[in-house]
């Protein structure tokens, strides 16, 4: 299982075009303060998708058939996500003091979740406390990077810094 995350991850190198590609569609320009985080939620669509394809993908052609599937699919996904970020804002534009204080209760739920994926098991073993944080925050409640900026009160600058880490973490345990 751990091979196809790696493997995914060099198919994306290879073609990163797809997830740009993807970005173009929704219209979000580079210099976006959130397009870094949607470059990277693409990335992760793109291997998550690559994990789940039961067809080969070996020549050319089966490379091509599965980027053009892929980009559809990461594009769609974002557009969900954008959607919902959308729908968020509507309800609750700032960050409430509740929500603050439930982040023991998502740390907790977020502990169940994590346990189904035994590579984000391993992965959430290796991190730190705010490094946790941060990946509860992103992946479960799928807060943006200024979400997560507010919450633990950092800087934009240090939840990109960290995104980084667990990122380069992650490559680390599934190279194992």
Known sequence: MLDRYVEGFNLYLRNKGVVYGALARLA???????????VHDGIEIYVDYYVKYRDP?????????FNKLAGTFVYKTLLKHRMMQYRRSQIAP????????????????ASDIVQT?????????????????????????QLSNVEIMAQLGLSKQRVSAIRKQIAKKYLQVAQQ
């Open 117 to 141: 994926n035994s590579l984000v098991t391993v992965l959430y073993a290796h991190l730190t406390p705010v490094e946790r944080q941060v990946l509860i925050l992103r992946y479960y409640d």
């Open 28 to 38: 979000i320009p580079r210099n976006s303060p959130s397009y870094e985080d949607e």
């Open 94 to 109: 700032e960050v409430s003091e509740e929500a603050s204080a439930t982040l023991t209760a998502h740390e907790y739920l």
């Open 57 to 65: 993908v070996v020549t050319e052609a089966e490379q091509h058939k």
